[in-house]
Each structure stands twice: as C-alpha cells, then as structure tokens.
C-alpha cells in the first residue's frame, strides 16, 4: 500500500534556527498537507498544497509540492519555543469514494530557549 | 464560534461488542472526517463524509462504517471490537471536502476508546 516516510523523526534545535522536515513517497499525491499536534490536543492543519510545485508560507512556515508529486518538504524559519510539537505530513489522492488520506509517522521538534 | 465537538470523550468497552461515536461539526462546515491514532500506528484516516454521502476512504475493515445526517452531524460505529481498536479516534470538520482547496480544518478533543 501507499506510504509515506517523514523525516528526521526528532529534532532538538537552539530557539532561532530554521527547520527543515520532509516527506516522501514512492505514490503520487494530488495533495500535501502538514499539520501539527501539541500533547493532549488534536492536530492542527497548517498548509494544505494542491499544485505539482506550489511554494506556499504560514507565517514562519514556508511548505513545497514537489515537482515530482511524490515528496514535500516544510521549512520553519527562526523557531521559537511555541513550535514544540510533532509535525505530520499527509498526502491524498481524492476520486470518490477511493480517495485516500496516508499519513507520515511525525516530526517530534523539541526546541531549547 | 462553538468548535468540533465529540461525545463520548472516554468509553471503555469489551471484545466483541460494538461502539458507536458522535461528532459535531462546527456550523456550516459540510465535511466530516474521521481519524484514527494509536502510537504504534500514528495517524490513520477512517473515512470523510461530505454532504451525507461518504467521499473518501482510508484502508480500514467493514467493521468502521460511518454516516452523516442532514445536519452535518456524523457518527462512527465500529462493530465486533477487537484489542487493537483501543485507539484515540478524531474527526474534522472543513467547509469543503478534502482536496477540494479549503485550507481550514478542524480537530474536536478525540474519543479515547480502551477495548478489554
């Protein structure tokens, strides 16, 4: 079946650096999504990418459709504590009742004041 | 605005007995979906109903069924449980379906389901 793998699984950065996250897959997704979950909470949708090769920011989060469709990547530029969390990339291929939504295994960003 | 509502929050249940769980969407949101997170398999779609009519799918057995009524109110029922079903289950709400260019979606708390 479809599946993605996201990558580092953890990261510990210093208040102020930028992070880079990246999923990818040997499928084809029509959509990238990235969201993030905070311990205790549900996930939070924080970019959704409909086009091969569309850049698109959130504030301090730029994210990427890759031009092959099979990959995306997240940046966060100068973090700060509240972005602790674990970030999950999904990619979807929707038609129907066969649309599916797959899941990578998270990101869990720690980040050091 | 009242946000994405599910009831119960906690259910403890045995093998072999069925569940069912409710979500609220938040008003005027027309898509439900469904989730379902465990630690050792993270997060898994369920499925996504979109204006009473399922629209997407993930890859779960026929004993997950769902529905959406009139009202965008959705419930999940999972049937003959099994161990592995102890999971935290989630549903979103969002203006459109998934994929369909809507950027907002919404999370309710979870139901924190235990199967013995």
């Known amino acids: 079946g479809q599946q993605l793998n996201q990558s580092p699984q953890s990261m510990f950065i210093q208040e102020g650096e930028d992070v880079s996250m990246n999923c990818t897959s040997s499928?084809?997704?029509?959509?990238w999504l990235w969201y993030k979950q905070e311990p205790g909470e549900g996930p939070v949708l924080l970019i959704a990418l409909y086009k091969a090769g569309e850049l698109t920011s959130n504030g301090r989060l730029t994210a990427q459709f890759g031009i092959t469709r099979k990959d995306s990547f997240l940046n966060i530029s100068a973090s700060i504590p509240s972005d602790v969390g674990i970030y999950f990339c999904a990619g979807m291929n929707y038609g129907g009742s066969q649309g599916n939504l797959i899941f990578g295994k998270g990101t869990k960003l720690s980040v050091k004041p | 605005k009242a946000g994405v509502t599910q009831t119960p929050r906690y259910l403890i249940k045995t093998r072999g007995q069925q569940v069912t769980l409710s979500c609220s969407p938040i008003s005027g949101h027309r898509s439900v979906s469904w989730y379902q997170q465990t630690p050792g398999q993270g997060l898994q779609f369920l499925f996504e109903?979109?204006?009473?009519?399922?629209?997407n799918k993930g890859n779960f057995p026929g004993r997950f069924s769902g529905r959406q009524f009139s009202n965008s109110r959705s419930e999940m029922n999972v049937s003959t449980l099994e161990l592995g079903d102890s999971a935290l289950y989630l549903c979103?709400?969002?203006?459109?379906?998934?994929?369909?260019?809507?950027?907002?979606?919404?999370f309710g708390p979870g139901t924190r389901l235990t199967v013995l």
């Open positions: 979103a709400s969002s203006l459109a379906y998934l994929g369909g260019g809507e950027d907002t979606q919404y």
């Open positions: 109903y979109f204006s009473e009519t399922q629209r």
């Open positions: 499928s084809i997704f029509n959509t």
